[in-house]
């Protein structure tokens, strides 16, 4: 054998690396999915089979057993649909439908396409991501700074998130529809409807994502210690400079972990002020219909989807932290 | 003509209110720091040490007595950029690279970009740092570290330089080495310094005046003049004149002690 490429890519070492990330880190996660997947099946057919039995007598059918488990796996409203027909859903409903469509004349989003829905709650939740944590990073530098705000602002945040969303998201949406300034916008013509409809989305999106940052933010405005304090003292650095130079960079660590978990429940928040305000589109929208026709394998597939948008969120903000904190010099 | 003190302290009183009572810190401390001079205080813990170089710093207060430094009240020394301070802990700003962190002071101080670069450069050299002003401080071992905090201290080219027991969390060998260094650095800038340290030897090694403290309450109880050359090698520490300055900073110590048991 001559020495080349090819024996330093699949030699021994090489495949002795390959096994051991395979038992290391694969192996358990396929036999985690498996195991969630083989009991997922098995609550299928049980919870289904009360509806399989009621047909056959009913009807007063013969069936096997392997008939009657192969009838519960497939059944076109089930109470706890199968792995695959929520993934055929899935596939039918994003790769399997055009994601734009002609009506009267116009190019549209099809609202059969899960990604239109899934386009429709991402905007809101990103927006209102950005307005909390906006807000967030605004109220931690004020409760650093101020005794006063620390004092005060501090338990209406933490009040605010006692306060079922549910509750609130109409009072929202009724009091924001109906904000003259909003509705002169739309009639002036400088925002669409759709943008109108934005508006309380990311308002009631944002009231669950700020809170995060806030804690978060705090934490780290306050996580330099005595002595890197002392040194800008020793300095006579004003308290803007402590801000920017000591504190601000200090956070940035802090600052991307609330926003992971800050995005994910600007996620929540936007699917559920889609549920009370009558809207078309939107995966709560999706959950909503689906649950009002019984369609139980949409309203899964529509949760696999807000689960797959929150996870490609959290993976996003997790690339961007690691490019941030590298070039800020955090060891890799 | 004899030159005023640098920093000149006269009935100084720091009582602490703690949760369990007032604790005084220092009592009655008198000393007088002449420009140049290299100055050890020693003692055990709680003695007081690094409360009185926090109050040369101004980071803490007095509650009695008068401190001045430079003929100024600490607070106005510090803002004239008197000292340059240097922690136990290296303190590098871990998002920061080396100039970086170099230049926080000259940045906050207002120094123009050119002036930064120029200074940066030269108190690397002083600090024997060059090639390592791009590394992030995770990528430097912890005497260069602490090194480069000397840097950043030096920077803006105050004559008094504190150190807070800057060497105390480094091996014995590395210790060696940088106070070979600092006295060299001592000799090139004419600094005046004071140090903090638990170690007879750094203290007679380094200094020109050692003053011993005791606990309970914070207190000068001996002040000694070194006769020591101002030219140091390391194996001094062999000499009988090295050993008998230790063996009276030792008794001082025992001393402050004895009335503990």
Not at chain 1, 10 to 18: D, E, L, Y
């Amino acid at each position: 054998m001559t020495d080349g490429v090819a024996p330093a890519m699949f030699g021994p070492k090489s495949a002795a690396r390959w096994v051991g990330a395979v038992s290391g880190a694969v192996l358990p996660v396929m036999a985690v999915v498996a195991a969630i997947v083989a009991i997922w099946y098995g609550g299928s057919v049980m919870m289904n089979r009360a509806w399989t039995l009621d047909q056959i007598e009913r009807r007063g059918l013969e069936m096997t057993t392997m008939e009657i488990v192969a009838d519960t796996m497939n059944q076109e409203r089930p109470v706890l649909p199968t792995p695959h027909q929520v993934f055929n859903e899935l596939w039918d409903t994003t790769v399997g439908e055009p994601i734009m469509r002609e009506r009267r004349g116009e190019l549209q989003g099809n609202p059969r396409n899960l990604f239109f829905h899934a386009y429709h709650t991402l905007w809101p939740t990103i927006l209102g991501f950005a307005i909390g944590s906006f807000l967030g990073i605004l109220l931690a530098v004020g409760i650093v700074h101020s005794r006063a705000m620390d004092m005060s602002v501090m338990p209406w945040a933490i009040a605010s998130q006692t306060i079922p969303i549910l509750a609130i998201a109409p009072i929202i949406v009724v009091v924001v529809s109906n904000l003259p300034a909003l509705n002169n916008a739309v009639d002036q013509g400088w925002i669409s409807d759709d943008t109108k409809l934005l508006v309380p989305k990311a308002l009631i999106s944002s009231y669950l994502s700020f809170f995060p940052v806030v804690v978060g933010m705090v934490a780290g405005l306050r996580s330099p210690n005595a002595s890197d304090l002392d040194l800008m003292r020793t300095y006579s650095a004003s308290r803007g400079q402590t801000f920017w130079k000591l504190r601000l960079p200090a956070s940035v660590p802090f600052l991307f972990t609330s926003f992971k978990v800050s995005i994910a429940a600007a996620l929540v928040g936007t699917i559920v002020a889609e549920l009370p305000t009558g809207a078309r589109f939107g995966l709560g929208a999706r959950l909503l219909t689906g649950s009002y026709y019984g369609q139980t394998i949409q309203i899964w597939s529509a949760l696999f989807m807000a689960a797959i948008c929150a996870a490609a969120l959290v993976i996003l903000l997790g690339a961007l932290e690691r490019v941030v904190l590298k070039r800020m010099g955090v060891r890799t | 003509m004899h030159d005023a003190p640098v920093i000149e302290a006269q009935n100084l009183d720091l009582t602490f209110q703690t949760a369990d009572g007032p604790v005084q810190a220092l009592r009655d401390v008198n000393l007088e720091i002449g420009k140049g001079e290299f100055v050890s205080f020693i003692g055990p813990s709680g003695c007081g040490k690094t409360t009185f170089l926090r109050v040369i710093a101004a980071l803490e207060h007095p509650t009695g007595g008068t401190i001045t430094v430079n003929g100024m009240t600490p607070d106005e020394a510090r803002k004239s950029r008197a000292y340059g301070y240097v922690f136990q802990a290296a303190g590098l700003y871990p998002w920061r690279t080396i100039e970086k962190n170099i230049k926080l002071p000259l940045e906050i101080m207002g120094f123009e970009a050119a002036e930064q670069e120029r200074r940066v450069k030269n108190v690397l050299q002083l600090v024997d740092l060059e090639g390592f002003g791009k590394k992030f401080p995770w990528q430097l071992s912890g005497g260069m570290q602490q090194r480069a905090s000397i840097a950043r201290a030096l920077a803006f080219d105050a004559d008094i330089l504190l150190m807070d027991e800057p060497f105390g969390a480094l091996d014995e060998i590395v210790r060696d080495h940088l106070n070979e260094q600092l006295l060299k650095l001592w000799a090139r800038t004419e600094k005046t310094i004071g140090f903090v340290t638990h170690s007879i030897p750094e203290a007679v090694y380094l200094s020109t005046k050692i003053v011993v403290m005791s606990p309970r309450p914070g207190r000068i109880t001996d002040v000694i003049e070194s006769d020591l050359p101002k030219e140091r090698p390391l194996d001094i520490r062999d000499t009988p004149e090295f050993l008998a300055i230790a063996h009276r900073v030792r008794e001082g110590l025992r001393a402050g002690h004895a009335y503990d048991d």
